[in-house]
């Protein structure tokens, strides 16, 4: 079992719709959830962190977070074409020092 | 201001030669980064330097990979004797490192290493 697991995808989405993404993880000691976006061809980009229990709301990007079912979420409102990348989610047990565990990544296909 | 700069973007070596890839941080940043992404491979976490403390090199996949950050910025990865499963996309980052897991990290633009 991997130790951060996301659907590969794609997930495809039409233009105007919500994308909905899932992240679960297996290290208990998990403190600290990042998302991160990432093109093709480039390297990741932050679109959020969350590292406490419930919603955490940034322009059209939601990230959830349930400590308890360990698991994240990060939802995309009002998908346009150009969120079209692979969104990867982070985790990080503090008591591991500060690097980041990486799940595989979501390949998103936002639709005209 | 700046971002991470990485150098060089793209290198191309043949099996057996050594490369050394390098990482500018974000001015006044204190820990750097280095992960790794295999064509098709999510970031794997290869070693992290934090100030003046002694790097967490947990993530080396082997003593072929060396790491050096002088004077607590640019920080070189060195690859000896290169082997074909070491291509992949090698990403810089660096944070404040405030502590407690909760710094955000930002990641240069990565150099491509291909192993002929």
């Known amino acids: 079992q991997k130790e951060v697991e996301q659907n590969s995808g794609p997930l495809s989405v039409p233009e105007g719709a919500i994308a909905s993404l899932n992240c679960t993880y297996s290290?208990?000691?998990?403190?600290?959830f990042f998302w991160y976006r990432q093109y093709s061809g480039k390297s990741p980009e932050l679109i959020m962190f969350i590292y406490s229990n419930g919603d955490k709301e940034d322009g059209r990007f939601t990230a959830q977070l349930n400590k308890a079912s360990q698991y994240v979420s990060l939802l995309i409102r009002d998908s346009q074409p150009s969120d079209s990348a692979t969104y990867l989610c982070?985790?990080?047990?503090?008591?591991?020092?500060?690097?980041?565990?990486f799940g595989g990544g979501t390949r998103v296909l936002v639709k005209p | 201001g700046a971002g991470v700069s990485q150098s060089p973007s793209n290198k191309v070596t043949e099996k057996g030669k050594d490369v050394e890839l390098r990482c500018d941080p974000i001015?006044?940043?204190?820990?750097l980064y280095w992960y790794r992404q295999s064509l098709g491979q999510g970031l794997e976490f290869l070693i992290y330097?934090?100030?003046?403390?002694?790097?967490?090199k947990s993530g080396l996949p082997s003593d072929r990979f060396s790491a050096e950050r002088t004077g607590g910025s640019v920080s070189t990865l060195t690859i000896q004797r290169t082997q074909q499963e070491d291509s992949a996309v090698y990403l810089c980052?660096?944070?404040?490192?405030?502590?407690?897991?909760?710094?955000?990290?930002?990641f240069g633009p990565g150099t491509r290493l291909t192993v002929l």
């Open positions: 001015s006044g940043h204190t820990a």
């Open positions: 330097f934090q100030g003046n403390s002694a790097p967490d």
């Open positions: 980052a660096s944070s404040f490192a405030r502590g407690s897991g909760t710094d955000t990290q930002y």
């Open positions: 290290d208990r000691g998990s403190q600290s």
């Open positions: 982070a985790v990080n047990n503090p008591a591991a020092g500060n690097k980041l565990t």
